[in-house]
Nanobody
Framework: QVQLVESGGGLVQPGGSLRLSCAASGSIFRVARMGWYRQAPGKERELVASISSGGNARNYAVFATGRFTISRDNGKNTVFLQLNKLKPEDTAVYYC?????????WGKGTPVTVSS
């Protein structure tokens, strides 16, 4: 059974930065593609970024390109999302996702609020 636990969210001023972490249980982490999604109030969940199992291929949503960076440490079963130049519209709950080729696993999310 895969468990994902996100951390690192909080309140930050516009232009600020946060680093989100997602710790995963299970050896499957090292062979799974990982992703970060977000869901703002009243909106659907959307992909922010994803990273291949080896970390050499990354994909970003248009809004994330140039501001957010996804990375992973397979030795620590952890995936990160560096958020820079945050805007109020980035306010959302950020979720970690693991897809093993057949099942999607989700964490409970970590909230990010961008406000002055």
């Amino acid at each position: 059974q895969v468990q994902l636990v996100e951390s690192g969210g909080g309140l930050v001023q516009p232009g600020g930065s946060l680093r989100l972490s997602c710790a995963a249980s299970g050896s499957i982490f090292r062979v799974a593609r990982m992703g970060w999604y977000r869901q703002a109030p009243g909106k659907e969940r959307e992909l922010v970024a994803s990273i291949s199992s080896g970390g050499n291929a990354r994909n970003y949503a248009v809004f994330a390109t140039g501001r957010f960076t996804i990375s992973r440490d397979n030795g620590k079963n952890t995936v990160f999302l560096q958020l820079n130049k945050l805007k109020p519209e980035d306010t959302a709950v950020y979720y970690c996702n693991l897809n093993d080729g057949g099942t999607n696993y989700w964490g409970k999310g970590t909230p990010v609020t961008v406000s002055s």
